[in-house]
């Protein structure tokens, strides 16, 4: 029964490598968002979407590609890792574009060497 | 540009004693504020909201516009307090939440 799920819960690969982060809700949501938690917890977004478009996109670089086949799921690919992009990667959805509260997967942390 | 601060990275007390969280923001249009809450090795979750105005887990949080504040309170911790705080500020259209960069409170006996 869990509201968002993040698969996987852990990724570790080299430089240079592609990756793809997959995110499902089961909630019935319109809207959802990736968020990145670096070393020092530092929360930000990075893309919004709402009923499969695009919405928000925190000039995040063009290596990272979300893609939302349905409502229900949020993928983010990320191609030509670098280092700075360890670090901990969060699903959420709610059910609109209002200030309505955010469901959090349980995170992806990623961690490139 | 939008902003949050919450000032304490840390913020230690015993057990019994009172807590604040303090939470800044900035912003020029109307604010609308949360504050989530990671337990350890849980997800980040929803604690409260200014608009719904109500105590959860016997936390509060009045916005004060003038200071532009929204400081989390509870009159006396308890140990399964002890978590990251984000302070959060929605902005816009495009249900966009930007969040502080977190007080981590640890209750002890």
């Known amino acids: 029964d869990t509201a968002v799920s993040q698969t996987p819960k852990y990724l570790v690969t080299q430089m240079g490598n592609d990756k793809s982060i997959k995110c499902e809700q089961n909630l019935g949501h319109d809207t959802m968002y990736w968020y990145k938690q670096d070393s020092k917890k530092f929360l930000k977004i990075m893309f919004s979407y709402n009923n499969k478009e695009l919405i928000i996109n925190e000039t995040v670089p063009n290596r990272f590609s979300p893609k939302s086949p349905d409502k229900a799921h949020l993928n983010l690919h990320i191609n030509s890792l670098e280092l700075g992009d360890s670090a901990v990667y969060f699903c959420?959805?709610?059910?609109?574009?209002?200030?309505?509260?955010?469901?959090f997967g349980p995170g992806t942390r990623l961690t490139v060497t | 540009a939008q902003r949050v601060t919450q000032p304490e990275k840390l913020l230690s007390v015993f057990k019994g004693a009172p807590v604040e969280l303090k939470c800044n923001y900035s912003?020029?249009?109307?604010?609308?504020l949360f504050w989530y809450v990671q337990y350890s090795r849980q997800r980040l979750q929803l604690l409260l909201r200014h608009i719904s105005r109500e105590s959860i887990k016997g936390f509060t949080a009045d916005l004060n516009k003038g200071e532009t504040s929204f400081h989390l309170k509870k009159p006396f911790a308890q140990e399964e307090d002890s978590a990251m705080y984000y302070c959060?500020?929605?902005?816009?259209?495009?249900?966009?939440?930007?969040f502080g960069t977190g007080t981590r409170l640890q209750v002890t006996l």
């Open positions: 959420a959805s709610s059910q609109g574009t209002g200030p309505y509260e955010q469901y």
């Open positions: 912003y020029s249009g109307s604010p609308e």
């Open positions: 959060a500020l929605h902005t816009g259209t495009a249900s966009k939440l930007t």
